[in-house]
């Protein structure tokens, strides 16, 4: 079983609708959780962390987190063609090692 | 002002030289990275130096030796280039008593082994 997993892609999605991307992970000491966005040929950059139970939002952005299940989400609403990229799932159990998912790709069809 | 740079940006060279690969960064965090994207996009840590000490050092070939001769700057150098090293190496930095663990990358050095 891989440390964190993501729901398999490719996600293909019509503009203006609802992205949802999902990550589980195995260690249940984990105590960060992170969302990176990268785009095709650039480095991954951060859109959202999440440290305790619930939802976090920012903008079209939520990120949710389930520690129970060990499961944390990423919700985007009104998909932009500007979304399409690969999001990368993150935890942390302790700072200086971050452990990521394979990823999943996502395409916003105009 | 660039965060986390890297050079060289791509990096071709042949079987068994010996090539680095530079970082450096301005954020003033004390913990920097190496990782590793292979063609399959999977990103791997390599290594973790925190106040130039290091504290990962993941199951990665002896010929990959990082330096860190300071807060700002961590270095890798490879010895013995094979074509399974070809993939993207980022640099990445972060202020690990801030409990965040936010990671900031660099971007990128595409290394490509002939």
């Known amino acids: 079983q891989k440390e964190v997993e993501q729901n398999s892609g490719p996600l293909s999605v019509p503009e203006g609708a609802i992205a949802s991307l999902n990550c589980t992970y195995s260690?249940?000491?984990?105590?960060?959780f992170f969302w990176y966005r990268q785009y095709s040929g650039k480095s991954p950059e951060l859109i959202m962390s999440i440290y305790s139970n619930g939802d976090q939002e920012d903008g079209r952005f939520t990120a949710q987190l389930n520690k129970a299940s060990q499961y944390v989400s990423l919700l985007i609403r009104d998909s932009q063609p500007s979304d399409s990229a690969t999001y990368l799932c993150?935890?942390?159990?302790?700072?200086?090692?971050?452990?990521f998912g394979d990823g999943t790709t996502l395409t916003v069809k105009p | 002002d660039t965060a986390v740079s890297q050079t060289p940006k791509y990096l071709v060279t042949q079987m068994g030289n010996d090539k680095s690969i530079k970082c450096e960064q301005n954020l003033g965090h004390d913990t920097m990275y190496w990782y590793k994207q292979d063609s399959k996009k999977f990103l791997k840590i390599m290594f973790s130096?925190?106040?130039?000490?290091?504290?990962i050092n993941e199951t990665v070939p002896n010929r990959f030796s990082p330096k860190s001769p300071d807060k700002a700057h961590l270095n890798l150098h490879i010895n013995s280039l094979e074509l399974g090293d070809s993939a993207v190496y980022f640099c990445a930095s972060s202020h690990r008593g801030s409990n965040t663990d936010t990671q900031y990358f660099g971007p990128g050095t595409r290394l490509t082994v002939l």
């Open positions: 260690d249940r000491g984990s105590q960060s």
């Open positions: 993150a935890v942390t159990r302790n700072a200086g090692k971050s452990t």
């Open positions: 130096y925190n106040n130039k000490e290091l504290i």
